[in-house]
């Protein structure tokens, strides 16, 4: 797996399973055609983060052949279980990242 070229959106809902499940799905771009398996990996952390941002990695399997040099879209998801020191997500591609605010309104609205 590699990281992804770059990350254009990211949303999240809040599923309503005990305990509550983060989901992230993000749309981005590879660099060349033929990627597969796009997904985003939660990093993982000893203590939480200062910042309250939980990071994911957009990654994908690379073409092993011939490939286009063209920018092609390309989706991926992602869920961790929903921490109370969680205020937000942050997506990153090789070229950039997105952050997204988890704001109290938003737990609220956006579970499922």
Do not use: C
């Not at 060349?32 to 000893?46: A, C, D, E, I, K």
């Not at 998801?77 to 605010?101: F, Q, Y």
């Amino acid at each position: 797996m590699s990281e992804v070229y770059s990350v254009q959106d990211v949303h999240f809902h809040i599923s309503k399973s005990n305990p509550p499940q983060l989901i992230v799905h993000a749309i981005g771009m590879t660099s060349t055609s033929g990627w597969t398996g796009g997904n985003l990996l939660p990093r993982q952390y000893v203590t939480p983060p200062s910042d309250g941002i939980q990071d994911f990695d957009f990654v994908g399997t690379p073409p092993t052949g011939i490939a286009l040099q063209v920018l092609t879209p390309v989706g991926g998801d992602g869920e961790v279980i929903l921490e109370d020191w969680m205020k937000g997500v942050r997506v990153h591609a090789k070229s950039n990242n997105m952050s997204v605010s988890l704001s109290t309104s938003e737990r609220s609205v956006n579970a499922i």
